[in-house]
């Protein structure tokens, strides 16, 4: 574990403590350790070293008490303000946002996050360049520019190089995003062209949304394979997850699992994510998922409906589960309109969380009758898949089948009714 201190200012935030503590959390994420916490009530940073001169020599006082090289900041710095810090204190210094990047390079998986986190970090980089950089960044990038220094004007300083280097390099990535992202809006199309349901599970960080995935996957015995990971952390997935839920009635629906969030979550990493949220974009119902034993429950809940406003998600109709019930003395479990008490550990409250949301997903069901012709047996493994059957009876003329079933498949099947 790294010792660091972190600090920050007050700036009229009303939820001020709460990013300070958070910024301790997500320290941790990122194996550090928090030697001091260090907090200034002025109402606004200056310009040039966010810090005044009094607080800075504070800090530096207080990193050599407990051998700490790293000063992480409540807020994102401007290169001035970095520059400067360093000589007023001695220490390296890590902003909340460059923080968040570290711990979303350590995280992502999959080919997508990666260069979802690759595009933010570089255009983070991109306006802080400064010259005692310079060799650092020549040495990460150049494997990447394939000898973009030839025929450069002789006159032309390092430093705007290396930016146009780094500009090629964000267009580069956000191209084999793009050529990436066009399977997964293929196969997001075809599945609304199958009928089948979305739903999305969105919400704080660490809020219980892989552990409430993982549950529903164990209610309707999927295979442990299927399991994403869940741990007791910030950010412990960013990769979305998608899974088919099948029930014993033959309801279907797919259950997306999207990147947690957190308060001020670095624009960069917004827009760079965007496309993973797009399962949550283009979802039938939300579940937003929420810490019901957190104190800052009202914080995290107002944090995530600004950030999917911020993305583009609105007018989707959202059920709020509020997790951990078994942390507080709430009975559970237990749904009331829009608010439903649970615990993802608890087989009861998931049985009842899979029914409410089949009920939300499901209420435009229509009962019909069906008279299908023994050479069209094809139509009845179709209703038997996709539908609840009633009763089944064999006639003269064919299978005729009374079934609970979605209007989309009902008019698949017009020709057949009764």
Known sequence: MIPVIIAGIANKQLNFDYTMDELGALASANDMVVCADIRQNISRPLAASYFGKGKCEEIATSAQLHDCSILVVNDELSAVQIRNLEELTGLQILDRTALILEIFAKRARTKEAKL????????????????????????????????????????????????????????????????????????????????????????????????????????VGQDADKQVFEKDMLF?????????????????????????????????????????????????????????????????MDTTDQTLKEIGVNNIETLYAFNKADKTNENYPQCEGNDLIYSANDPSSLELL????????????????????????????????????????????????????????????RQFKI
Request: aromatic share 6%; charged share 25%.
């Open 116 to 219: 979802q986190v690759e595009i933010a970090k570089l255009q983070y980089q991109l306006p802080r360049l400064r010259t005692s950089s310079i060799n650092k960044f020549d040495q990460q990038t150049a494997g990447n520019t394939g000898g973009g220094y030839t025929n450069r004007g002789a006159g032309e300083k390092k430093i705007e190089l290396n930016r146009r280097v780094l500009e090629k390099r964000i267009s580069n990535l956000k191209k084999e995003l793009k050529e990436l992202l066009k399977g997964q809006e293929t196969r997001r199309k075809a599945r609304k062209q199958a009928g089948l349901k979305a739903v999305a599970l969105v919400g704080y960080t660490n809020a219980g949304k892989s552990t409430t995935l993982n549950g529903l996957l164990k209610l």
């Open 236 to 300: 412990a997935t960013l990769d979305t997850s998608v899974r088919r839920l099948h029930f014993t009635d033959n309801q279907t629906f797919l259950l997306s699992d999207t990147v947690g969030f957190v308060s001020k979550l670095p624009h960069h990493l917004v827009a760079a994510f965007k496309s993973t949220l797009a399962e949550a974009a283009q979802a039938d119902l939300l579940i937003h998922v929420v810490d019901l034993s957190d104190p800052h429950m009202k914080e995290m």
């Open 354 to 413: 899979a029914q409410t949301i089949k009920q939300r997903l499901f209420k435009d069901l229509v009962t019909q009758t069906f008279l299908i012709p023994f050479d069209q047996g094809r139509f009845v493994e179709l209703l038997n898949q996709q539908a609840t059957i009633i009763s089944t009876e064999y006639t003269t003329t064919g299978t005729q089948i009374s079934a609970q079933l979605s209007l989309q498949l009902a008019g698949r099947l």
